[in-house]
């Protein structure tokens, strides 16, 4: 199938697309409640299949179950590619990029066992739901969240590298400490430990067992403790200021028609420099 | 018992009514501490029961006390029905549905065994004691709170969204990683497993053992100590908005009867405006 | 011994008074020194004597060093009693009483076995080494979270009973979830690992294995993730707070002699107002 | 080797001075990546080391590579002492000790064995990345973090007083509670436990087994929870402060050459008093 051009089928692949891409129309709605409901139902197979008791009982249910969402998958990922004007655009796009790899994992087991279960991929393209369900006010708490990570993300850079050379001298003074007893078995393993233990995730299958290793472990614990608010601190004043700007550019974007006025509140009804209805 | 109308036995109802809804009068409060330890009692009562070695000395005490406890309860919600003026309103009012709640788990014994651990659902009516208390204090902090949680319930869900997809993609990967060993089953447990590590609470019941699944283990506990920070600042900076908004309302609602100026301190003993008392 | 007048000996009483309370002076400085290395070292001497190996072998040091340290601190006691102005002040004070709970534990030996561990409570005299460091910097500290804590103990108290309620509702379905088995084997062990859950320390002592508990016990760790953030939303806008009134009443502290005018910069040298020198 | 004096080979050690400190010529950027690089593998050869099976089979490479790095970085750091103007003032900077004991642990196994692992030193030389990709954004944070931590260092130091106090008495508490079973087999021991569960990390290599322990427990995971709490609003605050400074002293920094006025927006081009260019 060759990309097509938007000279044929105009009509045709309009329509398609309104379907398809569209959320509008009464058929588009439906078409992505259909989408997200064989998505739900594919991810949930693969899941399924991994559990040693139900893939013994129904192993061929999930064989024919893959097939078919994968088939349906290619069918869906050619059509939009078909009806789109600019089909490398929508190829190299997010979404794009995210429905094609929803779909190889099931022709990879043909060469290589195992690769099915990649099709966990296709959870992503739930995001989707986001955009059938219309909710602006989601976009925008998102918009709001990714502006401040991404304008912490110099900082938290900062202190992830700092942590991590805190973990590796951490993990190899204990590994020193403990002699390789009690699971510091050698140097990363050890800064695998104290990894675990800065996050306060706390697994327990390695813990020091000799006084002193408490000890240091214990001053290791109260830096982590401490060290867990910069982080809390770099995104909590980003995403103040992150809110701040959204407001302001929200506001910014609010016209007045008659005088030209800018920054009226978001529930202003009227100008008020001319009181001209907004 | 009908549903009674406030024509019949109007006194009878109002003077019951401050007893049993009012906590201004001696009557009132002394009602509401004996509800309160009436509660606290059942409550304990079913806990206990629930350990083995209590259960079996004690049986037919904690026999006793249940139906004691659902009876008292459910001729209290009776009563509260027949002298509220509006019985409907109360009826579908958030403490009328706990209230009804809390008398049904015993009654369901009779039909299926086990039922009887629902009576915790009575602890719930335990928050009555801010009313009695008469913490106004106590209400608005957590009207503030609330306002704020409110407030950032859409970024929450997004956050919390995308914290179970990758949740989902990690945990497969490292079911792939760890090839069903050490506690890694399957795809279902090793998300649980990613959600214990991410939000690092950490059991260890399942652990990496591989070196690979230890370093992939290590990032995502790296991940899940920066993205806490995200919660903590949508939530810090929803409760310093909410805090501002409620001494604002706070202070509008103090107005000088004198000249109508409103705005005045909370501490403000004159009206700033014409200097008559508030 | 009878309280004392400060008729009897005024000027041994000054004396002793500067180098007992005092810290301005050599002997005083000095005096507190000789206390904090006393304090460390019972505290130390009762850690050490619950190591069995280290018990057995030192058994008579100890026995020694406890009553050693008691008398010590007996006759401080007293001494501060005698000569301060009003000994009953300083027996109802903070310190008046622990000094006084760090001597008792040893005598209670004499009548019940086992009480010598509370001499631990003879740390907190530690904390009159930020008296002795005369760092004032660390009072000021200390005030700023103070004043931020009781500020926001009515938030965080709403906070701790929602918390719990919670707690006690999950705990109570997952030991009917998991009926009985894998350590949740009554309904107080199940609020246990509730909180064990929701506060994310996550010991692993006891862990849901059935399937729905581990969905129900996932849910419960992101609400326990995503809560967290309320206290630290709470405690941060209050030391933001704090910290603006603390530099307000300091700026508000600073008041010209030659004008009247106050609010001058923490780091001003001339009035603003009308230049004299502050 | 004695101090050399600018005033022998100036030209040889300026180049050479350009290629080592300088990462402005395309020789002294290779220089540094080349640098970098024997550094990860350095660091890399050690941990390695420590994993018994590699160490078995590769065991005379491991010697070979130590040796080899550890010769090389003792020429580096002989020839920085040679080519800087100020010797002493490099060789008792920050990145002048890390480069000596950087070189030194391998000679110490000379002497002592084992001595080897503190090699892993090595790794903080890895900081200089930042200086040669000429991160200036990262400096810019790093110096805001920095700012923020040494701001609230007495704030922290009284915070984490306070823990270990609790941590010391709470520990103790449940020594004599469980009484020495179930792990709490001394008071150092017990609170080590006590640090674990207040900084939420939680092993579970020591669980309170008893019904009044894990009621104690509980509480002390329910403070441990609020405590977090308070380094995270110290840090937020001076985060927030720190930020704002550092935009404050970036405005104040662009003055306008014409008529001398400051504090200019970071993206004005033209000044906003005069409008000559900036």
């Keep these: 199938m060759s990309h097509p051009d938007v000279k044929y089928f105009p ?12 959320t509008e129309t009464r058929a588009g709605k439906l078409f992505d409640i259909i989408l997200l409901w064989a998505i739900v139902l594919s991810v949930l197979s693969v899941m399924l299949e991994s559990v040693k008791e139900i893939r013994e009982s129904y192993d061929s249910i999930f064989f024919v179950s893959e097939w078919f969402f994968t088939i349906l998958f290619t069918i869906e990922y050619l059509l939009r590619l078909f009806i789109t ?33 990649l099709v966990v991929i296709r959870s992503i393209r739930l995001l989707r739901i986001f955009r059938i369900l219309k909710l602006g006010r989601y976009l925008r708490e998102a918009s709001v969240l ?8 110099h900082k938290i850079l900062v202190f992830l590298g700092a942590v991590f050379t805190l973990a590796m001298i951490m993990g190899t003074l204990m590994y020193m400490i403990e002699g390789g007893e009690s699971g510091f078995t050698s140097i990363p393993r050890s800064i695998y430990w104290a990894i675990v233990t800065i996050t306060t995730v706390g697994y327990g299958d390695i813990a020091p067992q000799t006084v002193f290793g408490q000890a240091v472990a214990s001053m290791l614990m109260l830096m982590g403790y401490a060290i867990i608010a910069v982080p809390t601190g770099i995104v909590t ?16 974007a609010r016209k007045c028609v ?21």
Tied chains: 1, 2, 3, 4.
């Design 85 to 117: 004007a600019e089909p490398k655009k929508y190829a190299f796009s997010f979404f794009g990029i995210i429905d094609l790899l929803a779909t190889l994992p099931t022709y990879l087991t043909l060469f290589v066992a195992g690769g099915s279960y």
């Design 237 to 252: 004043t980003e995403i103040a200021h992150a809110e701040k700007q959204q407001k302001k550019s929200e506001s910014a």
């Design 146 to 153: 990714s502006n401040a990570l991404a304008a912490s993300r």
């Design 258 to 278: 008659a005088c030209g006025k800018t920054g009226h509140d978001k529930d202003a009804i009227f100008c008020k420099n001319c009181s001209a209805k907004l």
């Design 11 to 22: 009509h045709l692949r309009k329509q398609l697309f309104e379907i398809v891409f569209g």
